[in-house]
């Protein structure tokens, strides 16, 4: 009863850090266009808007991991293990959740020791703002350990359930124990592909010494195709090419910092824009009509349905473009760039 209890209080926890995430992608989106007005109509770009979006879309990313987990909600790769047995899928998430804790306590580790030594330097950011950066980082590690908490969750619950899932397969319509070869067969099936799976890990791992492009490309394949997160895959992917390829624990750091740099570019924050674009087309069921629009202007020429859907899609190409404009107006270091593409700022 107890447990159950800690489990709805962590639940409750995420959802609400949830329902703050998706109130801070309003916020990057009304930001974003405050900014485009300014910038189009009155001709006077803001110096804070690009920066702080930046920090809210960390915010944003971070903090929602533990509810997506909830959700169920991460993405994953499911073309092999939709061919697989309940049962051997059942111990294969037990092998690839456990592997992902491992990662979690690696990025938590790594992010809070970070965090700490930018508390204590007290560095800021290099613009006009003067962000301490502890404060963005610190999402980090709390994300991060709140999915950690939920994550050995989860793993529990499927620890609890395994042995009944392993049971339900060794008896009999009667529900009695078989003893027959096929019987003892089904008993053996659910631990050929997680045995597999193991085994093509530590074959990758150990290729990395003899041939590293191999060995990464096996690494890649085995992680991607077990069924787990995408996120938690590519995560383990670089945990492993950093400890094995780039000097053991001391290269552990780059882990957070590379989920860091990840989020912290003007075009992550550019997909709040298109979400709520995209909400906006759906409810108010404008991309029909719009391409109906061009279907009817265009129909009647050959090929006419591919010259339409051209046209619909060249409307939000364009809208892409004025965007992009505004970001590389926001970095000089790109300008050079676009000078030699003949691209206007």
Known sequence: MKGMRIGYVLDKISVGFGLLSGILLICIAVLGTYEVVMRYFFNSPTVWVLETTIYLAIASTFLALAYVLVEKAHVNVDFVVNHIPPRAVAVLEACTSLLGIVYLLVLDWESAKITYGLYQSWEVSPTVLKVPMFIPNTCITFGGALLTVQFIRHFWNLMLRLPRLLGSGMRDPAGLPTTTAAGQESAMSPYLIPTIFI????????????????????????????????SFALGLFGVFGFYFLFGGTR??????????????????????LFALTSCVLRNGQMGGRIFGFANVLVRHLPGGLGIASVIFCGLFCRDDRFQCRGCRNRHPDRLAGDALQGIQP
């Open 199 to 230: 085994f093509l890990l530590i074959a990758s791992l150990i290729l990395l010494k003899v041939n590293i492009y191999l060995g990464l490309l096996i690494l890649f394949m085995v992680l991607l195709f077990s069924g787990m997160p995408v």
């Open 251 to 272: 290269m552990l750091v780059q882990v957070p910092v590379v989920a860091y740099s990840t989020v912290d570019s003007p075009i992550i924050v550019a997909l709040p």
